[in-house]
């Protein structure tokens, strides 16, 4: 009796855990999507339904097992002759079961959540498009009020603290914080659609429960809905190469009210960047903001201090790309020269034309000529960018 009794605290605890779902600590995290709290609910219901079916099957095995034992004089089947439709009605019987429970019980509200995933049409009222690539997001407002916004999100977790031997305190964040999130109004239903670069990545937030692969190429769409305001944190879902584990997003849900103004500075921002593309900038300004764009964007793959990681990634120090002369006779850049390849990138390497305004563009190539060990001596000025641009 002492092993049913063990059984019986067993099954105790079991059904105790579900009061436990209330807790997000041993589930999901808390869901702020209907999307997401959807996919809960089928979690959830589906839980049940195994743990019912697993003590009504092993009720059974254990009830057969003990009250049909050979010194009670029982007989094993196999010494009996066989009966083949007791065979048949055997397997039916639990076919049909599950069956039911499959198709029905668990198909109906399986089929409503994927449909809710699906349906990015009614009431989107904005579009951001999200790309990614190796290894970073880029975030795009395609309509309303934010149209025109776009800006790369980086890492901004400090390189010390993800250096091997590092024994200082790490952020509350690690590896989970970046220097431009996407900014979402509470309440509003955006439609997301989602592209990659390079390789696939996949732009993952679990409390939104949509996770979609985005794929080079081809434009995928699903949506989200944040009902709550705050910050959520995700990562890319999808091994995507060395810096796999160095892509997290990080979306801010702010009120209506809190979002228009967010979009009206982010926009004053930006004006502010395009006006600084004319005026003359001094080299020391550009190296300034250089090494900041050089270790926000190019670091992960040329490193730090510009030794790459070759053959994968070469070095800048004596490249000489970054040290062979950057536009030609007639003024215009060289094909294959240092603002070609920032431009329009090269293999694994990512274009910057779309990622980066002209004045960082500018500055990355001018700290790149005159640091990590080179020492060239020129300087590329914003205007010329926009110049080569067009
Ligand atoms: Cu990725």
Known sequence: MQFFKKIGVGLALMVASVSAFAEYAWNFPEPVTPMALDTLHVHNKFMAICMIIFVVVLAIMVYSIFAHRKSKGYQAVADKPPSTAIEIFWTLIPFAILLLIDFVIMGIPAYHSVVMMED??????????????????????????????KFVSNLSTPQAQMDKGYQGAKDENYLLEVDNRLVLPVGEK????????????????????????????????????????????????????????????????????????????????????????????????????????????????????????????????????????IFGEDGKYLKDGHLDRVLNGIRVMPGWKALLNDVEIAAVVTYERNALGNSVGDVLQPSQVKTARE
Not at 191 to 219: E, K
Request: aromatic share 10%; charged share 25%; glycine share 10%.
């Open 190 to 325: 955006v439609r997301i659609l989602m592209t990659a670069s390079d390789v696939l990545h996949n732009w993952w937030v679990p409390q939104f429960g949509s996770s979609r692969v985005a794929v080079p190429g081809f434009l995928r769409e699903t949506w989200v809905q944040v009902e709550k305001p705050g910050t959520y944190r995700g990562q890319c879902k999808e091994l995507c190469g060395k810096g796999h584990g160095y892509m997290p997003v990080v979306v801010d849900a702010l009120p209506m009210d809190e979002y228009k103004v967010w979009v009206a500075a982010k926009k004053e921002e930006m004006a502010k960047a395009s006006a600084g593309a004319d005026k003359e900038w001094t080299k020391e300004d550009l190296m300034a903001e250089g090494k900041t764009v050089y270790e926000k964007n190019c670091a992960v793959c040329h490193q730090v201090s510009g030794a790459g990681l070759p053959p994968a990634f070469p070095a800048l120090t004596g490249s000489k790309v970054a040290t062979s002369p």
């Open 120 to 149: 990015t049409r009614t009431e989107a009222k904005m579009v951001v498009k999200i790309t990614g690539s190796q290894w970073r997001w880029q975030y795009e407002y395609l309509d309303g009020d934010a149209k025109g916004i």
